[in-house]
């Protein structure tokens, strides 16, 4: 799915113009970004759970030369789908 995608959807849905449905396919995008920075949980009901997970640094291998280097620890967003969207699909 893209943003693309999302606001063709919107644009048929609302009957809104290309340049707002695009705007507001933004605007959406933000704020799941934003609840994620805030609160490291964001929930669609009927479809499933965004969570932040800490990754720990370990070590890795390039797989050109076959060197052993550092990854640094971070961050990566988890996606739990919900029951009843396993149900539809």
């Known amino acids: 799915m893209s943003k693309a995608f999302i606001a063709q959807v919107i644009q048929e849905s609302a009957e809104l113009t290309g340049v707002a449905a695009n705007r507001a ?3 959406l995008l933000e704020e799941i970004v934003k609840k994620l920075k805030k609160d490291g949980k ?3 009901p ?3 759970t965004f969570t932040v997970r800490k990754t720990k640094a370990r070590k890795g291998v390039n ?3 076959g060197a052993e280097i550092k990854v640094k620890a971070g961050k990566t967003v988890r996606f739990k789908a919900s029951p009843s969207l396993k149900k539809m699909v």
């Open 25 to 27: 396919a933004s605007d």
């Open 63 to 65: 797989p050109r030369t």
């Open 42 to 44: 964001f929930t669609l």
């Open 46 to 48: 009927s479809f499933g």
